[in-house]
């Protein structure tokens, strides 16, 4: 469960949890509790209980998604290498949380929907930059002044993934439970309604409540130490229902290998259970499948990606927008489409059934089929910027006689540190070897002339640094006047590297 929001759920999987800003993990995990005949019961039976947490405001997007997940692992791992420890599936999840928390289960329900058994969010906000007035989309920013309304797109491109209505169509087979006080005054409770009618309307299995006279937490719903806001009858019941139909699912799943009856296997690949669904993605390198369906590379990068599956008996149609690479693929669903033995047809393009489940489209728009094996590195060479922080990085600065390069440095990693407990190393540019090019993402700052690291990877980028000036194809910029620069750029098959850059000494004061 996270802290602010977060939850799982299987025989014996976990049941993960978020939780609020300012809640500690431990607290979190200790309020799925219940007061039975003057004792505390914790926790399901059947279920673990996983309260992860990291450090920051935006603690379950980017990063904090990434630990959410690795906190997963971390559980199966241990709990597979225990001989006394009911094993831990973190392949079948339900996302759970509270404030922030719900929000962290939107975030994950929706970018890991194949992961998902189910959804439960206590007053979860939709996106950061809509939560109350702490970081209203530039509308305090006294840079708006100078700002161009295409640059704010841009900008606004760069978060459109952590809306999660922008992605209530891939919840579209997830029950989902929604509830809030009608008191709050934390979140509103309009911004539960709007998710709710987002949901209602996308055709999603979803249950909405308005408890009355609870504001933004509660221990008590109906009786004294029932469970409240996040472990009360309603909570109970969906989770049982949730496991219950995992249950169901899982045995039709295994039909094949056992005795099952006729109608069992035909229920279990109907069209009935496989009918239409729609794969929301905006940035490919952030978001896992859908049935197995999983967008790898985008016409537009940043922009809205749409699949539409319509599931026949031995036939599926998929209908694209805005996507160029797709992969179908096992995955660890237990209703996933047997892909191999269906026929596809993607865009009127027919195919019959493959093993090589890759599919690309050409500059023409023509699909056919491709290999997997590089599908991994294409991903990895998705933006934005921030991603450059989600593994192990180095900042570099080129070999200046200033301090100018080395204060820049040093502001940039004092303010990974004080808002997500980032630790990293500056480093000079002639410091660079193998192995840090190999193992480590990067920061590189100062002038081409000046960091060579840095002019070596502009290299491959579709810009030239020239006498003083950028050059993009015929334009040319700096020539009169201070330019900076901010670019990604890529080395060994998956490291990524944050160019910032200038014309002169002082440009990367506009970067």
């Not at 906000?125 to 809509?130: F, V």
């Not at 967008?295 to 209908?319: C, H, N, T, Y």
């Amino acid at each position: 469960s996270l802290h602010g929001t977060g939850l799982r759920v299987e025989n014996w999987d976990e049941f993960w949890g978020n939780s609020c800003l300012g809640v500690p993990a431990q607290n979190q995990a200790d309020s799925y509790k219940q007061m039975i005949k003057k004792k505390w019961v914790f926790g399901y039976e059947s279920a673990w209980v996983l309260a992860p947490t990291r450090h920051g405001a935006h603690n379950w997007e980017g990063p904090g998604m990434l630990t959410a997940l690795e906190s997963l692992t971390a559980l199966r791992q241990i709990t597979q290498e225990s001989d006394w420890l009911p094993l831990a599936d973190d392949s079948r999840v339900v996302f759970a949380g509270h404030s922030m928390g719900g929000h962290g289960a939107w975030q994950l329900a929706t970018h890991y929907p194949d992961k998902a058994l189910g959804v439960i969010v206590g007053a979860g906000w939709i996106s950061k930059e809509e939560y109350g007035d702490s970081n209203l989309f530039f509308q305090h920013d006294i840079a708006v002044s100078y700002t161009d309304p295409s640059l704010k797109g841009i900008l606004e491109a760069s978060v459109a993934e952590n809306k999660a209505d922008f992605h209530v169509k891939n919840l579209e087979s997830v029950p989902v439970l929604a509830r809030i006080g009608s008191l709050d005054r934390t979140v509103h409770p309009y911004f539960m309604r709007r998710m709710y009618r987002l949901l209602n309307g996308s055709g999603v299995n979803v249950t909405y409540a308005e408890v009355h006279l609870k504001e933004h937490w509660w221990w008590d719903t109906l009786t004294e130490n029932d469970g409240g806001v996040n472990n009360d009858q309603t909570v109970r019941d969906f989770v049982a229902y949730v496991l219950d139909e995992n249950r169901k699912t899982v045995e039709l799943s295994q039909c094949d290998s056992r005795e099952c009856d006729d109608d069992m296997v035909a229920d279990m690949w109907s069209p009935r259970r496989f009918r239409t669904f729609t794969l929301v993605v905006f940035n490919p390198a952030s978001q896992e499948s859908l049935k197995g369906l999983h967008i790898l590379a985008q016409d537009v990068p940043m922009r809205m990606s749409r699949i539409e599956m319509q599931f026949g008996a031995d036939k599926v149609i998929l209908s694209t927008w805005n996507v160029k690479l797709i992969r179908l693929g096992k995955t660890s669903s237990s209703t996933q489409p047997p892909w191999s033995a269906l026929k596809i047809n993607i865009d009127g393009v027919d195919f019959e059934p493959s093993h090589s489940l890759c599919y690309a489209k050409s500059g023409e728009g023509q699909w056919s089929e491709c290999q997997s094996k590089l599908l991994p590195s294409i991903v990895s060479r998705y933006g934005p910027a921030r991603r450059v922080a989600e593994n192990p990085f180095m900042i570099v600065v080129g070999n200046s006689k200033s301090r100018v390069l080395l204060n820049y440095a040093l502001y940039i990693a004092n303010l990974f540190h004080l808002t997500s407990d980032a630790r990293t190393r500056i480093i000079k540019e002639e410091e660079v070897d193998s192995n840090t090019l190999d193992n480590f993402n990067l920061i590189l700052l100062g002038q081409p002339d000046e960091n060579a690291v840095l002019a070596q990877l502009l290299n491959d980028l579709p810009v030239k640094y020239n006498e003083g000036a950028f050059q993009f194809g015929e334009c040319n910029f700096g020539q009169r006047t201070s330019v900076g620069l901010s670019a990604l750029a890529f080395h060994a098959p998956n490291k990524m590297a944050l160019i910032l850059t200038g014309n002169t000494p002082d440009a990367l004061s506009n970067v």
